[in-house]
T-cell receptor, first 113, second 116 residues
Framework: AQSVTQLGSHVSVSEGALVLLRCNYS??????LFWYVQYPNQGLQLLLK??????LVKGINGFEAEFKKSETSFHLTKPSAHMSDAAEYFC???????????FGSGTRLQVQP | DAGITQSPRYKITETGRQVTLMCHQT?????MFWYRQDLGHGLRLIYY???????DKGEVPDGYVVSRSKTENFPLTLESATRSQTSVYFC???????????????FGPGTRLTVL
């Protein structure tokens, strides 16, 4: 069975600072990996996905993530945080050939002025 | 372009009552999913459907029933609601049945259900 661990349920950064949200997965084969964002009182929106092509994946709103097989990680980064980035972020995984996603428990990002 | 909608957006019910949450998508996506979101658990899959009349259990199916008589609708029924089913419920859909790599799921706005 696969699982996803997001380290840190809450992360706080200053506006303009680097954003780093951590995600580690456990899977016997490299899965497909996703980052979703949830703004208050809204559904989830896809930020980016890794599908075994390039290991560095660029997403929307300036976010990117790097797949590191040796570390079983897929951390999300953004060079400079903006106030509008405040939201909850979910890492999700699905093994090749499967459809349903397994989500991490989420990380709430707070951006301080 | 309505996308994926859920109704009601908010629901308060009592223990033991039957409740049905509706989900409708306008893209003719093959796959549809129901998740519940609880603090500290992220989203957990309740049921999913690969096509009309094909459904399968997810991680937390107990106490829930689904049906999919039409591709665009995927209702979720709580046959006898319990307090532990108080949660936010999200419906999602995805396409590309032959390419799981394109497994982007599109989410509805959610239904906040409170069971008293």
């Amino acid at each position: 069975a696969q699982s996803v661990t997001q380290l840190g349920s809450h992360v706080s950064v200053s506006e303009g600072a680097l954003v780093l949200l951590r995600c580690n997965y456990s899977s016997s084969v490299p899965p497909y990996l996703f980052w979703y964002v949830q703004y208050p009182n809204q559904g989830l929106q896809l930020l980016l996905k890794y599908t075994s092509a390039a290991t560095l994946v660029k997403g929307i709103n300036g976010f990117e993530a790097e797949f590191k097989k040796s570390e079983t990680s897929f951390h999300l980064t953004k060079p400079s945080a903006h106030m509008s980035d405040a939201a909850e972020y979910f890492c999700a995984v699905t093994p090749p050939g499967r459809r349903a996603l397994t989500f991490g428990s989420g990380t709430r990002l707070q951006v301080q002025p | 372009d309505a996308g994926i909608t859920q109704s009601p957006r908010y629901k308060i019910t009592e223990t033991g009552r039957q409740v049905t949450l509706m989900c409708h998508q306008t893209w003719s996506h093959s796959y549809m999913f129901w998740y519940r979101q609880d603090l500290g658990h992220g989203l957990r899959l309740i049921y999913y459907s690969a096509a009309a009349d094909i459904t399968d259990k997810g991680e937390v199916p107990d106490g829930y029933v689904v049906s999919r008589s039409k591709t665009e609708n995927f209702p979720l029924t709580l046959e006898s609601a319990t307090r532990s089913q108080t949660s936010v419920y999200f419906c999602a859909s995805s396409d590309h049945p032959g390419l799981a790599a394109n497994n982007e799921q599109f989410f509805g706005p959610g239904t906040r259900l409170t069971v008293l």
